[in-house]
């Protein structure tokens, strides 16, 4: 992975920077001793890691936006971060850029039942704001598994997902509003409490834009009544393909689940042994089925559910009676990363999407490139909207495996393009996908993106390296070869 | 004045790269069914995609679909209902607020392009998401002449910017959409209505919200004042306001949702105790099955506002509580035609030609929220700010948006704000 050459233009300007932020900022929002940078020095993404030039922690958006104004001032780039739990090196740090850390937006501003929607600042977690609005009866619905700690910045940033998309879509199907920071300082508010923000779909745009846009200050995001009840169905299958084919009539059904997550026999086994979750250890592919809504609703679907599966063959049918045993249906998948993690040494984590009658054969295929690249591979699936965490397991200590992984990740990953699904899911592209871009976006598609990007940061100081292989100036994506003059296609309709 | 209809993606590029070179501007149509929306385009030549309006591709067990942007909404709405399936956003129709009176039976005007490129949804908005939250990929041809895709044909997809919901909404101004992917769902095995009488737009407010709030999932929330009402076939008769909650799913958990919520609203109802105030529940039973899909047609449709030449209509989006304050504002002064849909965040306003914006957009500026001037003639079109005007910093950013895809402003010039 190559990061762009540090600039000795803006490392010669340490000192000058530093001094500058100093004379409006206390000292402690200032960090600059090694040590101190070293706390910065990667995300989740911990494969890379690189010291920032600088941090700086704002308090406010005067702050934030002054901050801005000098990087810009002194063509200084600029990489934000909320809590540092992006998988894909989102917020992983230049030499030559000042790391802005949001840890301090961590109000929440308002709660507002009669608009069922939430205001609160970008380094609130997402956690945070569902259980702000427990106590009467809300929730705010996309849950990355890192919720306790991600912050709804970051969230808006990746577009983050969790195991409740398919029926409650990402973090942009539930944003009403933001407000951001450009990075020459000024200061942009989208959309507010209303649905469907006026003009270009900016708030859209900015959602899953990876920080390469703007610097997001507050967020205001819908929330919505906690279901009646929740259950859950535990089914086990002989093979993949009998799994697949359950995923597939679920939904043929007309049946859109909560949750829909699949698991294969090492992660059955793995999890079996880490937290005792009680499930089948002699089946090929574990499927966790989740209803929620109202309480006769939920009994008919899941009713429903578990005939489709018996009748497809499935070997193992359990169906959660209560809250207890819904829970422990669950645990196993939540700790599936930690469990893995007990096993190998190293894993990566990977992100892909495939349209769902793919799965039998995508899994067959990764069998066959685990045994090319030498390396174990287990997957994690949320299966009812085709998201793949195949999770790749190595041994850093020993030469060459680090690579040797990497390899094996972005076969999978392009086998997932091949098969007419992408990149990633929810994880984001960030500097781990960045140069497999090509493999699903041709010239033309990435050019277009970029010129959005030169919309609002024409220097390109905002996370570079991040997301574009390749960085292009502004002026040279801007240009034009214009060519003809005469009227097309003498043959077309005109009217 | 040419029209052009190209049906291959190489004459489209032909045509835009012959255009870019010229400089000449293009107004961008599909099935022109929302010609009577926005501002007038002034261009010589019109582009037309109806050309591309063939179904590529669709899996129902994917939940995803592909066609020409062209693409007739009744083929794509027809196709899935052969599946059990729909487009949630439930795109309206209103081609006949652009003079185009269409028969009873006549089928739903617009191109699956057009209700995307116009970003135009429902009632079920709220519950299910607008027609951007429904577009997860596309291809299009720029204002440069160069096709590109964005998104994909999978949901949960975070690869690059999101340019889909950015073309969402962008009125052909950036780019001219040839070939669109949503993401379709199941459609209801059933729906039903209950109907809430005689109450003031604070107490319907209130009890949308109170119903919204609830775990019955409600999808459908509107209230129209008693003229409004007295010209929808099933609400005829009820001599009064009318306010309207859906409720659609199983039919058993339908029925089970219906009592819930009747009970719900039956012990705290906000405006329990008004004059004529309350739930018709005991003498008479919820809307059935197809009065209920009829109602909820009309009022995505806007049926029941009566346009004529000396009306113009406005559509305000605004936070739902602050709806019984800018009606308050508004409604006395200029009409008692108006309709207040999803949940109370989408006020339709029928007001007399004419009708100074500063004084519809003024009540807006404290709650936020903006107003769009969504039917009157082309001439008044043409001189006023037919959407929100936009405080400098974004309207700068918006016109940068607008270069980075069409830099010589050739696609659909002035449709949005004038300036670009």
């Known amino acids: 992975m190559q990061m762009p050459a540090p600039e000795p233009a803006i490392l010669a300007q340490r000192e000058v920077l530093l001094a500058e932020l100093r004379g409006f900022l206390a000292g402690d929002q200032v960090i600059a001793d090694g040590a101190g940078l070293r706390a910065y020095d990667s995300d989740a993404f911990t494969a890379y890691r690189q010291p920032p030039l600088v941090v700086v922690l704002p308090n406010d958006v005067e702050q934030l936006s002054q901050v801005l104004a000098i990087c810009h001032r002194r063509h200084i780039k600029v990489v934000a971060r909320g809590a540092g739990t992006s998988l894909s090196g989102g917020a992983l740090p230049l030499a030559d850029a000042v790391l802005i850390g949001m840890g301090r937006f961590n109000r929440i501003l308002d709660i507002d039942y009669a608009n069922r929607c939430i205001t ?3 380094g609130v977690t997402n956690l945070a704001l569902s259980e702000a609005v427990a ?38 199907n539930n944003l009403l509003g933001l407000e951001m920071v450009l990075l020459d300082g000024t200061v942009v508010r989208l959309g507010g409490k209303h649905m469907d923000a006026d003009g270009y779909d900016l708030l859209g745009l900015l959602t899953g834009s990876e920080g390469l846009l703007g610097v997001i200050t507050e967020v205001t995001a819908r929330i919505l009544p906690r279901p009646e009840t929740a259950r859950a169905a535990l089914l086990g299958f002989a093979s993949n393909e009998d799994a697949g084919r359950v995923v597939a009539a679920i939904i043929a059904a007309g049946i859109v689940p909560a949750g829909l997550e699949m698991m294969d026999r090492f992660i059955v086994a793995a999890t079996e042994e880490f937290c005792r979750p009680g499930y089948p250890l002699y089946v090929e592919a574990l499927l966790i089925v989740e209803l929620d809504g109202p309480a006769a609703e939920v009994d008919d679907l899941l009713a429903r559910v578990v005939a489709i599966a018996r009748a ?21 998948r939540k700790s599936a990363f930690p469990a893995v993690g007990r096993l190998s040494p190293d894993y990566l984590c990977m992100d892909g999407t495939i349209p769902r009658k793919q799965l039998a054969h995508v899994l067959r295929r990764m069998a066959e490139l685990s045994r090319e690249f030498g390396l174990r591979v287990t997957n994690v699936f949320h299966a009812g909207d085709g998201n793949l965490h195949p999770l790749i397991m190595y041994d850093a200590n020993v030469p060459g495996e680090l690579e040797r992984a990497e390899g094996f990740g972005s076969a999978i990953l392009r086998l997932c393009v091949e098969v007419g699904g992408v990149l990633t899911g929810e994880h984001g592209v960030g500097v781990e996908k960045r140069d497999l871009m090509g ?28 997301v574009f292989p390749q960085l292009h100036r502004c002026a040279e994506l801007g240009r034009l070869h214009v060519h003809g003059g005469r009227l097309p296609f003498p043959e077309l309709p005109r009217f | 004045m ?14 835009l790269r012959w255009a870019a070179a010229g400089r000449v501007p293009l107004a961008v149509t599909g099935g022109d069914s929302k010609a009577g929306i926005g501002v007038p385009v002034a261009a010589e030549h019109e582009l037309s995609l109806a050309g591309f309006d063939r179904i590529h591709n669709y899996e129902p067990e994917e939940l995803v679909l592909t066609a020409g942007a062209g693409t007739p909404l009744a083929a794509v709405e027809a196709l899935l209902a052969e599946r059990g399936q729909m487009l949630a956003f439930e795109p309206p129709d209103h081609s006949r607020l652009g003079g185009v009176l269409a028969a009873p039976d006549a089928p739903r005007a617009g191109t699956l392009g057009g209700v995307v490129a116009a970003n135009l949804s429902g009632p079920r908005r709220f519950a299910a998401g607008a027609a951007r939250d429904h ?19 999978v949901v949960k997809n975070v690869t690059g910017f999101d340019l889909p919901k950015l073309l969402a909404g962008s009125w052909g101004t950036l780019a001219a959409l040839w070939e669109v992917t949503v993401k379709v769902l199941p459609a209801p095995e059933c729906a039903r209505s209950l109907l809430l009488f005689g109450l003031t737009p604070e107490a319907a407010v209130a009890a949308m919200n109170q119903a919204l709030a609830s775990v019955h999932m409600v999808s459908g929330a509107a209230h129209l004042p008693a003229g409004v009402a007295a010209r929808c076939p099933a609400l005829a008769g009820s001599g009064g306001a009318v306010t309207v909650l859906r409720v659609e799913g199983p039919e058993s958990s339908v029925r089970h949702r219906l009592a819930g919520l009747q009970a719900l609203l039956d012990a705290g109802l906000p405006g329990a105790g008004l004059p004529g105030g309350g739930l018709l529940g005991g003498e008479s039973a919820p809307l059935d099955d197809r009065e209920s899909r009829a109602l909820w047609t009309a009022i995505g449709d806007l049926t029941p506002l009566p346009v004529a030449p000396d009306h113009e209509l406005w559509r305000l989006a605004l936070p739902p509580a602050s709806a019984p304050a800018v009606l308050a504002a508004l409604a006395p002064q200029f009409t008692s035609d108006w309709l207040l849909d999803q949940g109370g965040g989408l006020l339709w306003l029928c007001c007399p030609a004419g009708t100074p914006a500063e004084s519809v957009r003024a009540v807006l500026a404290t709650c936020g929220g903006h107003a769009t001037l969504w039917h009157a003639s082309a001439e008044r079109r043409a001189e006023i700010s037919v959407f929100h005007p936009q405080p400098p910093a974004l309207a700068a950013l918006s016109r940068r948006v607008k270069q980075s895809f069409d830099p010589l402003g ?11």
Request: hydrophobic content about 35%; proline content about 5%.
């Open chain 1, 439 to 466: 493999t699903m976006f041709d010239a033309d598609d990435l050019a277009q993106q970029q010129r959005v990007k030169c919309a609002f940061d024409p220097e390109g100081r905002l996370n570079p390296g991040k």
């Open chain 1, 312 to 332: 497809e063959g499935a070997v193992s049918v359990r169906a959660s009676e209560n809250e207890m045993e819904r829970l422990a249906f669950w645990s196993g």
């Open chain 1, 120 to 122: 609160a600042q970008s």
């Open chain 2, 135 to 153: 577009c997860i990929g596309l291809r299009a041809v720029n204002g440069r002449g160069e096709p590109f895709k964005a998104g994909g044909r």
């Open chain 2, 2 to 15: 040419a029209r052009f209809e190209p049906r291959r993606l190489e004459d489209l590029v032909e045509i």
């Open chain 1, 135 to 172: 106590g009467r009866g809300f929730y705010y619905a996309p849950d990355p598994s890192s919720q306790i700690a991600c912050t709804i910045g970051g969230n808006v940033a990746e577009n983050s997902g969790g195991v409740h998309c398919l029926k409650y879509g990402m973090t942009t």
């Open chain 2, 410 to 420: 050739i696609l659909n010039p002035g449709r949005m704000y004038r300036e670009f």
